[in-house]
Structures are given as C-alpha cells and as structure tokens.
C-alpha cells in the first residue's frame, strides 16, 4: 500500500499541473485545496451539516486538525484517530453503566473514524481508521432495536457484507430496499440513514457498491452481478416480500440503481437514483474539466474514483476505462426499465446534469423527478434541502408508495 500512497501523491500534482496549463481562464478552481484550505472548508462543513462532515462536532474537527502540519495521509488518519479513540474508550467504560451516553459516543467515534479514512483508505494509517470505523459502528448499532444483522453472501470465493434490519412485530413477508452507496459513503452511513423507513413496515440492506468498503470486486462492465447476487440472496429470506424489492443508491451506488432499474426490472418493484453518472460523466472530456479539482467534492475526487476501477493506475488508463460503463456505450439507455425515482441539483459539479435529463428521456414507462434548480450533488442545498431532508421527505416517501405499504406502524 505504500507504493500505492506515494503514486497518488504523484498524480495528485499531475492533476494540477494539467489543469492549470490546458484551463488557465479559472486556474483556481481546477486545482485541489491545499491543507490549509481543506482545513477551513471542513470546518466551514462540520458547522453547516455539510457532507462528508454531516454529524461531526467542528471542536472535534479542530482538535483533529491542530496535529496535522502536512497533507501525508497516515497523519491524517492519525489526527482524527486520536480524537475518536477517547470517545471510544469513554463508551467502552460506559456502557453497562450509562448506555445512552455510551451510544453517544461510539457514534461520535464512528463518525471520526470515518473521516479519517475518508474519502478511501489508501495508506496503512487509513485502514487502521476504517477498520476502528467499522469496529464503532457495530458497537453503536448494538443499541439498535430491531437489532442489525451483519449478513455474508457467498460470491465467487469471497463473500458480500451486508447489513440488513427487518422492522419489528410484522408476521408477514416485508418490503425491502437494497441500499447502496456513493464514492466515500459506506454501508454504515446507508444503515444509519435507512433506519428511518423502518416504522413503515419496509426492511433495508444496505451494501457496499463494486470498489467501495468491503465489496469484494471492483468496478467494471459487468460488476453489477455483485448486486443482482445480493437480490438471489434477499428473495430466499423468508420475512422478505419477494414481489417488493427496491433497490436505492447514492452516487456512484445510483448507477448502479440506475443499471438494475434495466438489467433487473422483472425483479424490482422500483428504484431511487440520487445524481446517478450515465453517460457524459464517464467521457474524458467530463474527467479532465470537471473532476479534476473539484471544488465541490472536498478534496482527492480522481484518486478516490480511481481507486475503485477494476485495473486502473493511472489517468490515461482512467480516461481510456472510463468511456465502457456508459449505459448508452452498453446499449442499455431506453430499455425498459422498473419504475424509477431520479433525484438530482441543477448546479452539480460532479455529475452533469444533462445525464439526468438523458436517464429521463429514456425507457419505457413515466419516471418521478425531483431536480432541485438551486441543488448541487445529490440535489444539496445547504441549510435549505441538506441531505437527512431529502432523505426523509423525498425518498422515503416515494420508497414507501413504490412498495404500496399505505400504513405506518
């Protein structure tokens, strides 16, 4: 992995070495913060509810960043360690005494944790900060009623891990929405979200997409066998509605939403895309002018997304692979489709908008939009539609009449 952390630091100054010689009209905004930018605009996020630091306490963020000096990423992945460990011990020796506060602070470790590995964990110390990550957010969903459960799917000699949570005191088979994340998301934040569609007597499992967390391959053309595997395995669950499967996906994980909505439409009553890349977002032209140094992303977009491709080192290999998961280049835009939910900002920066308006253009039967005209990535608006309220009052909404489950519990 140390090969891997210094070659990103290589191609993290080619980035800007491209940009700033081929895109000299707007040279500030084609090149990554620097550390002392970053600084100011995660904090500027923590304070605003702002992802990826939705839920973080700004002292928290301060603490952790007065012990980084350099943009090495294992003094990263320490610096906010250091801050969440103590809220992990504090929960540790709580927890049979006060288990309230104790959940408290495993989620306020987690959620540390996972900054510090964020957006991927590409060097030793960011393992080390994903896997405290995932150690704190199994001991914060322990608290959890109905309870989590951690599922293994067998797939090609390795296995699928899921979270899956049925809603409680329901003696019939439930709906279920198959939960898949973006680029730096988790499963462990989807779970955390989905809980929330519970009470309407639907289920969730919630997965990590091709390349991201603990999925157990890549992305590449046919990477989505990885989630039709995950529905083989909810329809022999006997609690699950096998004729009300959904699936949702954020990001990246609305791709492949988008991709299921076509390649598994006998199987799924509906899906939710939120942003989901369709076809300009995978040209060179989109990668060299809109991805690199990106603004709105926090920093590292191209190594994060780089990462997850199937046998991707380097930019011109990114740019030559990227072109072959375009739905139109796989002569599947304007099939049929299952009933769909696209959710999208007018002014996003890391999916073009006119991939939405080509998904939406497309199939066989009438799509449900919500386009956000103010909205960026994921159709955010900040203090006015931040993601839990779209969550809460766009998505689920639209989950719970594609299920027809007309009555909360």
Same mark, same amino acid.
């Given at each position: 992995?140390?090969?891997?952390?210094?070659?990103?630091?290589?191609?993290?100054?080619?980035?800007?070495?491209?940009?700033?010689? $081929?895109?000299?009209?707007?040279?500030?905004?084609?090149?990554?913060?620097?550390?002392?930018?970053?600084?100011?605009?995660?904090?500027?996020?923590?304070?605003?509810?702002?992802?990826?630091?939705?839920? /973080?306490?700004?002292?928290?963020?301060?603490?952790?960043?007065?012990?980084?000096?350099?943009?090495?990423?294992?003094?990263?992945?320490?610096?906010?360690?250091?801050?969440?460990?103590?809220?992990?011990?504090?929960?540790?020796?709580?927890?049979? $005494?006060?288990?309230?506060?104790?959940?408290?602070?495993?989620?306020?470790?987690?959620?540390?944790?996972?900054?510090?590995?964020?957006?991927?964990?590409?060097?030793?110390?960011?393992?080390?900060?994903?896997?405290?990550?995932?150690?704190?957010?199994?001991?914060?969903?322990?608290?959890?009623?109905?309870?989590?459960?951690?599922?293994?799917?067998?797939?090609?000699?390795?296995?699928?891990?899921?979270?899956?949570?049925?809603?409680?005191?329901?003696?019939?088979?439930?709906?279920?929405?198959?939960?898949?994340?973006?680029?730096?998301?988790?499963?462990?934040?989807?779970?955390?979200?989905?809980?929330?569609? /519970?009470?309407?007597?639907?289920?969730?499992?919630?997965?990590?997409?091709?390349?991201?967390?603990?999925?157990?391959?890549?992305?590449?053309?046919?990477?989505?066998?990885? /989630?039709?595997?995950?529905?083989?395995?909810?329809?022999?669950?006997?609690?699950?509605?096998?004729?009300?499967?959904?699936?949702?996906?954020?990001?990246?994980?609305?791709?492949?939403?988008?991709?299921?909505?076509?390649?598994?439409?006998?199987?799924?009553?509906?899906?939710?895309?939120?942003?989901?890349?369709?076809?300009?977002?995978?040209?060179?032209?989109?990668?060299?002018?809109?991805?690199?140094?990106?603004?709105?992303?926090?920093?590292?977009?191209?190594?994060?997304?780089?990462?997850?491709?199937?046998?991707?080192?380097?930019?011109?290999?990114?740019?030559?692979?990227?072109?072959?998961?375009?739905?139109?280049?796989?002569? /599947?835009?304007?099939?049929?489709?299952?009933?769909?939910?696209?959710?999208?900002?007018?002014?996003? $920066?890391?999916?073009?908008?006119?991939?939405?308006?080509?998904?939406?253009?497309?199939?066989?039967?009438?799509?449900?939009?919500?386009?956000?005209?103010?909205?960026?990535?994921?159709?955010?608006?900040?203090?006015?539609?931040?993601?839990?309220?779209?969550?809460?009052?766009?998505?689920?909404?639209?989950?719970?009449?594609?299920?027809?489950?007309?009555?909360?519990?």
């Amino acid at each position: 992995m140390q090969g891997f952390h210094n070659r990103f630091a290589v191609v993290n100054l080619m980035f800007v070495l491209t940009v700033m010689t $081929t895109d000299t009209a707007f040279p500030q905004e084609r090149r990554e913060r620097t550390l002392d930018e970053i600084k100011t605009e995660a904090i500027h996020r923590a304070e605003n509810g702002m992802y990826p630091l939705i839920g /973080l306490d700004p002292a928290d963020v301060r603490e952790a960043f007065a012990s980084i000096k350099t943009t090495d990423k294992d003094e990263w992945a320490g610096a906010f360690m250091a801050v969440a460990d103590k809220y992990m011990a504090e929960g540790k020796a709580l927890e049979a $005494t006060d288990p309230t506060r104790a959940n408290a602070d495993y989620i306020r470790a987690w959620r540390l944790y996972s900054f510090g590995r964020w957006p991927i964990p590409a060097s030793p110390g960011k393992q080390r900060s994903y896997a405290k990550a995932l150690e704190a957010f199994r001991a914060h969903a322990r608290f959890w009623d109905p309870p989590l459960e951690i599922v293994h799917i067998p797939f090609e000699g390795k296995e699928i891990i899921g979270y899956l949570r049925l809603p409680k005191n329901v003696q019939r088979p439930v709906p279920l929405v198959i939960a898949v994340n973006g680029l730096d998301s988790r499963k462990e934040d989807l779970a955390e979200s989905f809980g929330a569609i /519970l009470p309407y007597g639907i289920g969730f499992l919630a997965v990590d997409g091709p390349g991201t967390g603990q999925a157990p391959i890549k992305v590449s053309e046919n990477a989505d066998r990885m /989630l039709s595997r995950v529905i083989d395995y909810v329809q022999t669950r006997p609690e699950v509605d096998k004729t009300k499967l959904a699936v949702h996906g954020v990001s990246w994980g609305a791709y492949w939403a988008a991709k299921l909505a076509i390649v598994e439409r006998a199987r799924l009553r509906g899906a939710s895309a939120q942003s989901p890349p369709i076809d300009k977002f995978f040209q060179k032209e989109f990668l060299m002018n809109s991805l690199l140094g990106n603004r709105e992303y926090l920093f590292d977009q191209v190594p994060a997304l780089m990462n997850i491709l199937e046998g991707v080192k380097s930019l011109d290999e990114m740019a030559a692979f990227l072109p072959r998961m375009s739905l139109v280049h796989q002569n /599947l835009l304007g099939k049929p489709t299952a009933p769909m939910l696209v959710i999208a900002g007018v002014l996003d $920066t890391q999916v073009p908008i006119s991939d939405i308006y080509l998904l939406l253009d497309n199939g066989d039967v009438p799509k449900d939009a919500w386009i956000n005209p103010q909205g960026g990535h994921l159709g955010r608006q900040v203090k006015v539609w931040p993601d839990p309220a779209i969550f809460k009052q766009v998505i689920i909404p639209w989950l719970v009449r594609t299920m027809d489950v007309a009555v909360r519990q």
